[in-house]
């Protein structure tokens, strides 16, 4: 898949870098941007001052910067998406649409189990939904595809944790909720070591409450993960006998994804 590189941390001439490397300006912008989404397609000057913290003398230059370059539209209502993140949709859904065998895959998986298929990525201290077969259940569990879920739960997280160094471990634990059964990162790495030695995760209400799922990796040549692939539904579905039902066909079709090169597809060997 595309790589991750880190930043090296110099400043370039959009502005100041922080202590991340990543350039303040950019995350301001960005910032500002991800306060959009469907419940919210607008958002306003004194909102945007209201969750970002920043000055509104800042919000209105970098606001302005954006809609001269086409990423914000200015209504008399607010600022929504604007016409130029088009361009980026659309080489986005080339760059990541899986293959329509792939997908008839994954739906023929979601109706022999009646239950959610998903397939995440890794983004840094994230987890990405990149596609998706949705249960024929009524009652099922569903994230949109797109959605950056955090990876301190989850049978897919630990999945794609597998390959993690320590420092990684701790920054994913760190990111815990409070309330979150105070995961450190002892107890994290445990986890991540169960899941290496059965060769799946399971978990269940570790994100919400009353779902569960169970997850595999799927592994380059070199043996090194570069997407998980889960199913998830109602946690009382979800008993111990029905998830080792489930890993053998989870198993066979992570397998055949791999074989049939969606790594490759995403920029990795197989």
Same mark, same amino acid.
């Given at each position: *898949?595309?790589?991750?590189?880190?930043?090296?941390?110099?400043?370039?001439?959009?502005?100041?870098?922080?202590?991340?490397?990543?350039?303040?300006?950019?995350?301001?912008a960005l910032?500002?941007?991800? /306060?959009?989404?469907?419940? !919210?397609?607008?958002?306003?000057?004194?909102?945007?001052?209201?969750?970002?913290?920043?000055? %509104? &003398?800042?919000?209105?230059?970098?606001?302005?910067?954006?809609?001269?370059n086409?990423?914000?539209?200015? &209504?008399?209502?607010?600022? *929504?998406?604007?016409?130029? /993140?088009?361009? $980026?949709?659309?080489?986005?859904?080339? @760059?990541? #649409?899986?293959?329509a065998?792939?997908?008839q *895959?994954?739906?023929?998986?979601?109706? #022999?189990?009646?239950? &959610?298929?998903?397939?995440?990525?890794r983004?840094?201290i994230?987890?990405?939904?990149?596609?998706?077969?949705?249960?024929?259940?009524?009652?099922?569990?569903?994230?949109?595809?797109?959605? #950056?879920?955090?990876? $301190?739960?989850?049978?897919?997280?630990?999945? /794609?944790?597998l390959?993690?160094?320590?420092?990684?471990? %701790? !920054?994913?634990?760190?990111?815990?909720?409070?309330?979150?059964?105070?995961?450190d990162?002892?107890?994290? !790495?445990?986890?991540?070591?169960?899941?290496?030695?059965?060769?799946?995760?399971?978990?269940?209400?570790?994100?919400?409450?009353?779902?569960s799922?169970?997850?595999?990796?799927?592994?380059?040549d @070199?043996?090194?993960?570069?997407?998980?692939?889960?199913?998830?539904?109602?946690?009382?579905?979800?008993?111990?006998?029905?998830?080792?039902e489930?890993?053998?066909?989870?198993?066979?079709?992570?397998?055949? *994804?791999?074989?049939?090169?969606?790594?490759?597809?995403?920029?990795?060997?197989?």
């Amino acid at each position: *898949m595309p790589s991750q590189r880190s930043s090296s941390g110099a400043a370039g001439p959009g502005g100041a870098a922080s202590e991340s490397g990543s350039v303040r300006s950019v995350e301001r912008a960005l910032e500002i941007l991800n /306060l959009l989404s469907e419940d !919210r397609p607008r958002v306003t000057i004194r909102e945007i001052v209201e969750e970002t913290g920043l000055a %509104k &003398t800042t919000v209105i230059r970098i606001a302005h910067t954006l809609v001269q370059n086409g990423l914000l539209w200015s &209504t008399d209502t607010g600022f *929504m998406a604007g016409p130029g /993140l088009w361009r $980026w949709a659309h080489l986005a859904h080339h @760059a990541w #649409e899986l293959p329509a065998q792939m997908q008839q *895959m994954m739906q023929d998986l979601a109706k #022999e189990q009646q239950e &959610t298929v998903n397939l995440y990525i890794r983004r840094d201290i994230h987890r990405i939904c990149i596609a998706q077969a949705e249960s024929p259940r009524a009652l099922r569990h569903v994230v949109r595809i797109g959605d #950056e879920l955090p990876l $301190w739960g989850g049978a897919s997280s630990k999945a /794609l944790l597998l390959d993690a160094d320590d420092a990684l471990v %701790k !920054r994913v634990a760190a990111s815990a909720p409070r309330g979150v059964e105070h995961l450190d990162a002892d107890e994290l !790495r445990a986890a991540i070591e169960v899941v290496r030695a059965e060769g799946f995760a399971a978990s269940h209400g570790e994100r919400e409450s009353g779902v569960s799922a169970v997850a595999v990796p799927l592994l380059d040549d @070199a043996g090194s993960v570069f997407a998980a692939l889960s199913v998830s539904g109602s946690t009382p579905r979800f008993s111990e006998e029905r998830v080792i039902e489930i890993v053998p066909a989870l198993r066979s079709l992570a397998d055949g *994804m791999a074989g049939r090169g969606l790594g490759a597809a995403f920029g990795r060997a197989r």
